[in-house]
């Protein structure tokens, strides 16, 4: 059976989409009877290096496309490449088909992680919001199969979708892989000083500005926890407010982009995990935290209940965000007091859940039934 695939977010600095995509590679290319083949703008990352090894063959753009912008051409040469290989299936993960895709003679597989141009706009542009309802509904069409992160995304696809019901659909979930390094031995990466973490793209969406606003509101009451985020500014203002906070409290840290070694490393030393996304389709931050048992503090949203339960400390939504302010400050001041629990066998029953074994071998059998 052969598969290919679009990987153009795992090409240089793979975030959620693109770790999503590459720990389910990793596990399908283990199945002597699926003939992986990838797609890519470019092939930089230590992600694709690795399928390499792998001897999984690349077919490359040869240039990074950024978003929207330059993706009509980008899928052009997936036409072309498709109409060439003659794949089974093509799967394209990253939630739109930007293009019309010409009969290659197999199926298409579409992943859906979430709908927050839709379901939550006030995060996108409106020209952004424009392109991908009018695509999203189309290739929502044109799929073959549909493939969902979560029971959250699929009911909310199929209450503005209706149509979506009648779709062959599967519950792939998100595979959390965990790793042979051991806390003690990363935890010597980090600094002394105690801190807080947050790690996932800067912007709006994931709360990163109430986050600001809590930890100053903490450090103001007389907190002494450093706040260390690491990973892509999605939002100008947002980098301004990081700049701003630094030099108020002297204790904000800004640590670019993070390579696994290194995120391994700051999880292991932090006093705890904040997590305050106000819209999620998954959360992969949050359990890739539970390997390392480090205690989580994250905004008590309904996707959360299904895929983890009661084992993280929330702060609940309010419509009055000074309430979700003070909310999320006294818990930092818990977390640097000690009193943040952490529930190891809990923790462990989540992961195993989303095992890379587990999970791969279920995509892999849906896979042969498509």
């Not at 909310?156 to 031995?185: C, G, M, W």
């Not at 807080?196 to 994931?206: A, D, P, T």
């Not at 450093?226 to 108020?248: C, F, H, Q, V, Y």
């Not at 935290?289 to 929330?314: Q, T």
Request: hydrophobic letters at 35%; proline letters at 4%.
């Amino acid at each position: 059976m052969k598969i290919a695939v679009d990987v153009r977010t795992m090409g240089s600095r793979p975030s959620g989409i693109g770790m999503y995509i590459f720990n389910f590679l990793c596990e399908l290319s283990g199945y002597p009877d699926l003939e992986l083949i990838l797609i890519s703008d470019v092939d930089t990352s230590e992600q694709m290096k690795e399928m390499k090894k792998r001897n999984i063959p690349v077919y490359l753009y040869g240039k990074k496309v950024f978003r929207s912008v330059g993706v009509f051409g980008y899928f052009s040469f997936v036409q072309r490449t498709l109409l060439e290989i003659r794949p089974d299936f093509f799967w394209e993960p990253n939630n739109l088909l930007p293009k019309k895709l010409k009969d290659f003679g197999g199926k298409t597989i579409l992943t859906v992680h979430d709908i927050f141009p839709i379901s939550a706009p006030q995060y996108f542009g409106r020209l952004y919001r424009i392109y991908f309802r009018v695509m999203f509904g189309r290739s929502l069409k044109e799929a073959d199969a549909v493939l969902y992160d979560s029971e959250f995304s699929r009911q909310e696809v199929e209450h503005i979708y209706p149509y979506a019901k009648n779709k062959n659909t599967f519950l792939s979930y998100v595979i959390i892989r965990q790793h042979d390094n051991k806390p003690e031995d990363l935890s010597k990466l980090t600094t002394d000083t105690p801190y807080f973490l947050y790690v996932g793209n800067i912007e709006q969406r994931k709360g990163s500005d109430l986050l600001l606003k809590a930890y100053e509101k903490y450090y103001e009451e007389g907190g002494r926890n450093r706040l260390i985020m690491g990973g892509g500014i999605k939002d100008d203002n947002l980098k301004t407010m990081i700049e701003a906070s630094r030099k108020r409290t002297g204790n904000v840290e800004y640590a670019g982009y993070l390579s696994d070694e290194q995120k391994a490393a700051y999880i292991c030393g932090c006093s705890a995990f904040i997590f305050p996304t106000k819209a999620e389709g998954f959360g992969m931050p949050i359990i890739e935290v539970m390997e390392y048992n480090r205690p989580i503090i994250a905004r008590r949203l309904p996707i959360f209940g299904e895929l983890i339960g009661d084992c993280i400390g929330y702060f609940d939504i309010d419509a009055d965000e000074n309430k979700e302010i003070e909310s999320l400050s006294q818990l930092m001041h818990q977390a640097e007091a000690g009193k943040a629990e952490v529930d190891v066998g809990a923790y462990q029953k989540t992961l195993d859940r989303y095992g890379a074994g587990v999970l791969g071998t279920k995509l892999a059998d849906y896979l042969r039934e498509l």
